[in-house]
């Protein structure tokens, strides 16, 4: 799904987040919220036989967060790592292309158009 420009990811995850929140605020269990997030979602879209949990033979993309996002939604926040189409990336990749998003959206706002 193209995300636009760089700078936009940043702000689609804090929706996200804010979403998951406001789930919860509005009297959603942290589970339910989570639910709606991932097996809920692939089934709306058609996917759940290959997306929204994980099992064997399902895409494996997932987040290993640092603590229990069914004590508090907004623990989904705390990322340690994500696995993605196989590959690990650890809480120090995650920083790294974040910190190289950042540098070339700002190298594109220094070029005169």
Do not use: C
């Not at 940043?10 to 406001?22: I, K, T």
């Not at 692939?42 to 494996?60: D, L, M, P």
């Amino acid at each position: 799904m193209p995300l636009g420009p760089a700078g936009n990811v940043g702000r689609l995850l804090s929706e996200f987040a804010a979403l998951r929140q406001a789930l919860v605020k509005a009297g959603l269990s942290p589970a339910e919220a989570l639910r709606m997030a991932t097996i809920n979602a692939a089934r709306w879209r058609g996917e759940s036989a290959t997306e929204g949990s994980v099992e064997r033979g399902k895409v494996a993309d997932l987040l290993i967060l640092r603590s229990n996002p069914l004590e508090a939604i907004r623990h989904t926040q705390e990322i340690d790592a994500v696995f993605k189409s196989g590959k690990r990336y650890s809480r120090s990749d995650l920083d790294a292309m974040l910190r190289q998003v950042e540098d070339k959206v700002a190298a594109s706002r220094r070029k005169p158009l």
